[in-house]
T-cell receptor, first 110, second 115 residues
Framework: DVKVTQSSRYLVKRTGEKVFLECVQDMDHENMFWYRQDPGLGLRLIYFSYDVKMKEKGDIPEGYSVSREKKERFSLILESASTNQTSMYLC?????????FGQGTRLTVV | GENVEQHPSTLSVQEGDSAVIKCTYSDSASNYFPWYKQELGKRPQLIIDIRSNVGEKKDQRIAVTLNKTAKHFSLHITETQPEDSAVYFCAASKGNTGTASKLTFGTGTRLQVTL
């Protein structure tokens, strides 16, 4: 059973803080993705990575960066958190026949 | 880039009836179309998918159809049950078969199955 684990289920951070969201997968998949989910907007791609130390911008990368130092770990970084980054963040990985999401991190920026 | 539109945004059906959710996509190069189900408070889970070389795929009570010419695909749920109540997302991508590709999602359909 593939495990995609996000480090926190709920986070509350202050405006201006640097925030790290971690995602770890145990199935040796190359591709990993970060999405944010907002009501009425569906899931939108922030950043993705096809390999270690490789990253590509998704559709809404502004205000975010990522780090992929090891194959199993993909981190999403909010350089200076803002209230409009309050959202559900979902990590995604797998193959096209068995794709999995992490359990999600609900981030609130106050 | 790819744009996926999904309709309706909410759908209420009586138990036992069928439900249909429709999506359109813009990029003719898209070749993989998964559907995800998200129950309240849980992560999205892949329930069925279809590739561009197939027109229809079934798995028990759920089926997906694809019309490449019109660039639309649909999810059909027959004999709906209360446990089918959830938010359903369609998505499109241009991936190969080996690894997960970046997905463009629709905005979701909240399905409510009433007794």
């Amino acid at each position: 059973d593939v495990k995609v684990t996000q480090s926190s289920r709920y986070l509350v951070k202050r405006t201006g803080e640097k925030v790290f969201l971690e995602c770890v997968q145990d199935m040796d998949h190359e591709n990993m993705f970060w999405y944010r989910q907002d009501p009425g907007l569906g899931l939108r791609l922030i950043y993705f990575s096809y390999d270690v130390k490789m990253k590509e911008k998704g559709d809404i990368p502004e205000g975010y960066s990522v780090s992929r130092e090891k194959k199993e770990r993909f981190s999403l970084i909010l350089e200076s958190a803002s209230t409009n980054q309050t959202s559900m963040y979902l990590c995604h990985t797998g193959s096209n026949t068995e794709a999995f999401f992490g359990q999600g991190t609900r981030l609130t920026v106050v | 880039g790819e744009n996926v539109e999904q309709h309706p945004s909410t759908l209420s059906v009586q138990e036992g009836d069928s439900a249909v959710i429709k999506c359109t996509y813009s990029d003719s190069a898209s070749n993989y179309f998964p559907w995800y189900k998200q129950e309240l408070g849980k992560r999205p889970q892949l329930i069925i998918d279809i590739r561009s070389n197939v027109g229809e795929k079934k798995d028990q009570r759920i089926a997906v159809t694809l019309n490449k010419t019109a660039k639309h695909f649909s999810l059909h749920i027959t004999e709906t049950q209360p446990e089918d109540s959830a938010v359903y997302f369609c998505a499109a991508s241009k991936g190969n078969t080996g690894t997960a590709s970046k997905l463009t999602f629709g905005t979701g359909t909240r399905l409510q199955v009433t007794l």
